[in-house]
């Protein structure tokens, strides 16, 4: 699976930090660093606002369904298979033309 450059306003890991790429970010790490994916798990989606249905077959956000896999997440509305937190925020930008935040901590 070839894996996509890394792109302003998605999450990578820099290091073992979770690092959300700006501009500047991005201009200052790639000739240094090489940012990984992070894997797309049940704790990124409830940051990101997604709940489990009470049967647990699918979790969800506004109208948008995700089926666990084995190794991934289908996203119902486009079919994409997601591994990756910014494979998530690319799917959720391209079917809502926003980005998909992070819900903050009260």
Not at 41 to 48: N, P, R
Not at 53 to 60: E, I, Q
């Amino acid at each position: 699976m070839k894996i996509s450059p890394p792109q302003v306003g998605r999450y990578y890991y820099v290091g073992n930090e979770p690092t959300l790429f700006t501009e500047k970010l991005l201009q200052e790490i790639l000739p240094h660093h090489r940012p990984q994916p992070i894997r797309l798990t049940k704790q990124w989606l409830t940051s990101f606002g997604f709940r489990p249905d009470a049967a647990r077959h699918f979790w969800f956000f506004q109208d948008l369904k995700l089926v666990p896999g084995l190794n991934c997440w289908l996203c119902v509305s486009s079919r994409r298979y997601l591994h990756y937190v910014h494979e998530l925020q690319e799917c959720f930008a391209d079917i809502y033309q926003t980005e998909l935040p992070l819900e903050t901590q009260s």
